[in-house]
């Protein structure tokens, strides 16, 4: 069964970090692009970072650039979000999703294959 788990969620204060990871079944992660997606209460999802599958490169938007990275553990099939110095803006459920051999670029809400049921993460002021 394809399946895609996020995990690492929970409630931090202001400043603090937290890594996110999502743990794929049924597929190879290193096949495909790898994006991270936020939806705070009552907003839409938007896009956090993206892991292109043929090399290294990686996007962010500038909300989070210099905060967050995105990290690929081929071996555990793994894709981690580490985050830092986090703000009460960052509360959020997070996701994480696949598309397949995707790059920097493909990542987008409409485009991916495979979504997580995501995993909340509050941030307290």
């Known amino acids: 069964q394809v399946q895609l788990v996020e995990s690492g969620g929970g409630l931090v204060q202001s400043g603090g970090s937290l890594i996110l990871s999502c743990a794929a079944s049924?597929?190879?992660?290193?096949?495909?692009?790898i994006g991270w997606f936020r939806q705070a209460p009552g907003q839409g999802r938007e896009g956090l970072s993206c892991?292109?599958?043929?090399?290294?490169?990686?996007w962010y938007p500038d909300s989070v650039k210099g905060r967050f990275t995105i990290f690929r553990d081929n071996a555990k099939n793994t894709v981690d979000l580490r985050m830092n110095n986090l703000k009460p803006d960052d509360t959020a459920v997070y996701y994480c999703?696949?598309?397949?051999?995707?790059?920097?670029?493909?990542?987008?809400?409409?485009?991916?294959?495979?979504w997580g049921k995501g995993t909340l993460v509050t941030v307290s002021s």
């Open positions: 892991s292109s599958s043929r090399d290294n490169s990686t």
């Open positions: 999703a696949a598309v397949r051999r995707g790059s920097w670029y493909s990542c987008s809400l409409n485009g991916m294959d495979y």
């Open positions: 049924g597929f190879r992660l290193d096949d495909y692009a």
